[in-house]
């Protein structure tokens, strides 16, 4: 605000008047001093502002002065209120995350992020480590993530389709290959239709409250994966949690839910932190006895269990009996992204109309469905890999049990070796680094407390001679740490 003297044409003999000159954002940064201000230049006998001023003419100055100066009162009152609370939120926010972050690490379940430089395989670099790691962590259960078939089919696709869509798959985003991958899967574990997701979290998030409503029910193991129970969280239907793999509890909350009009069975078909295998025959007998559906999430069985690599429900002979499954292309199919629902052609059809991951998600890029539609064709075409991963599994299994360590789970390629500890687990990871093998300490929220441990997992990339070495250093290490004498 900016305060000159000028002379009023009316009266050349009249003293100077005060003119205002608004700045407005001087106005705003000089704010306290407008009370101040008011009074001074209310006080005085000539104020000229617009067609204000003194004469008697239409009001006094004071009145004048408080109107014109009102609206930005209320004005710079709100803003020297609020200017100050963001800066206390935003300080009592980050003191919050500091204290939550502080415990983590004092808990010792702190998950740092190790930078791989390289591309995914059984071998790797590994930034700050000195020569070839070996990776005995990954997903990569058949060694497709590098495989030079599928690498290429991605860079064809990259270069016929494109890097993306920039679109959602009922607006303009479905290619021709989006639908022959879509296919292919179907084929391969014999059911009616798929569709793709972006993840196979998406695929479970957008299933149950699209099927279910609240006069259906859903009954799902304890133990299911995490993207699962927020799947299931999303739906209006009663919700029944029965204890991990347990049928006789299955089968009083499917007794409890008699009065249901559509029933859910859910479970992991392989549990991901211990690698044991739901039961699915006695699931299966017990959803025909009461009437149910029953649903798999296959993410840690498809491609590489069964005797083709379709999953736990060959494994089990329960193809037939199982209505519909979830799954990924971000695992043994390929390992890049991707996630999909198959079964009945009704379902599916029903899913894209409503399923709301799927309608605003931008559709998978052209280069990811290149990747996973050759993994797919090789295993359509030979089941060589999927039978290679049992020797391999049991060889680790074996030794590391003979060596005094704890396995868990069963004949599976995720083997957890059980530590307790979450501190323990940490440490023993980063020796095992120091040793050239790349394994990670899984510590609670990702596993329940006191169940730390660090899980291995085996890929049919891998060869005796990594097996062996990784044994090795397990031994080394756990006589460190006095995990095994």
Known sequence: MQITSAALPLD????????????????????????????????????????????????????????????FRSVLQYCTTNTKRPYAAVSQALSVLENELDSIRAAGTWKGERVITSKQGPHINVDCSKGDILN??????????????????????????????????????????????????????????????ASCFDANAGLFEVLLGPDDAVLSDELNHASIIDGIR???????????????????????????????????????????????QGICDLAEQYGALVFIDECHATGFMGPRGRGTDELLGVMNRVHIVNSTLGKALGGAAGGYTVGPKALIDLLRQRSRPYLFSNSLPPPVVGCATRAVELLLASNEIAQSMAAKTMRFRNNMTQAGFTISGTAHPICPVMLGDARLASFMADDMLKLGVYVIGFSY????????????????????DDIDRTVDAFIQTGRKHGVIS
């Open 136 to 197: 005995f962590c990954a997903n990569n259960y058949l060694g497709l993530s590098s495989h030079p078939e599928v690498v290429q089919a991605g860079i064809d696709a990259l270069q016929k389709y494109g890097a993306g869509l920039s679109s959602v798959r009922f607006i303009c985003g479905t290619q021709s290959l989006h639908k022959t991958l879509e296919e292919k899967l179907a084929q391969f574990h014999e059911r009616e239709d798929c569709i793709l997701y």
């Open 445 to 464: 929220p990702v596993v329940p407390k006191g169940k730390a441990r660090i899980r291995v997992q085996i890929s049919a990339a891998h060869t005796d």
């Open 234 to 280: 999303l739906c209006r239907a009663k919700r029944f949690r029965y204890k991990h793999m347990d049928l006789n509890d299955l089968e009083e909350k499917l007794k409890e839910s008699r009065s249901s009009r559509l029933r859910l069975v859910v479970t992991d078909g392989v549990f991901s932190m211990d690698g044991d295998v739901a039961p699915l």
């Open 12 to 71: 050349k003999n009249a003293p100077p008047v005060y003119a205002i000159t608004f700045d407005w954002l001087l106005f705003l940064r000089l704010h306290n001093y407008i009370n101040p201000l008011s009074t001074s230049l209310s006080s005085s006998p000539y104020f000229y502002c617009g067609h204000f001023f003194d004469s008697g003419v239409e009001m006094s100055l004071r009145t004048a002065v408080y109107r014109l100066s009102t609206p």
